[in-house]
């Protein structure tokens, strides 16, 4: 491709215009490979096997599908027990479920708010809603009939008492 340019004397010359490289490669699978680079990097960045991280997302420009739907919850292991405190802002008693296994907690909930305000001609009204499930595996086997759980204020607090651990004892053999 030719380009003319005036000089300084008035005369116009022709230059050749030369074609550019990118300075990045922009062939597809390099990209690619890239994108997917960056994805494990995330998913395997805060540890993948430890179950009392913070939930993530592998799509961070959606972040209304992984934290803001999820609770933050603390999970505590004493001596004798396991506490488990969870925040439930927006969430009354009645809403939320709690399924027990011996080795995991489940925690789900599900709201919904409708507020309408009406004054002649001006009308107001707004609908929220809200669903979770949170399943946490424990830190060591609990008893499940005996779990209490608390709620007060929008945290949920459960007590879960560890299963007894069976001691070791001996069988005597009898004669057969």
Known sequence: MDQEVKTKNGKKEVQAVEKTQ????????EEMERSM????DRFFHHGWMNPFREPETLFPAWPEFSKEKMPRVDVIER?????VRAEVPGYA????????????????????HEEKEEKGSYHRMEIRSGEFSRT??????????????KFKDGVLELTLPKLRKSERHTV?????
Request: proline share 5%; no cysteine.
């Open 172 to 176: 005597k053999i009898e004669k057969g």
């Open 79 to 83: 001596d004798g027990e396991v506490f």
């Open 136 to 149: 946490l595996r424990m830190p060591a086997g609990i008893d499940g009939a005996k779990a209490s759980a």
């Open 93 to 112: 008693k009645d809403d939320l479920n709690i399924s027990l296994t011996e080795d995991a907690v489940t925690l789900s909930g599900k709201t919904r």
């Open 37 to 40: 680079e960056k994805m494990f």
């Open 22 to 29: 990118p300075a990045r490669s922009l062939v597809p699978f």
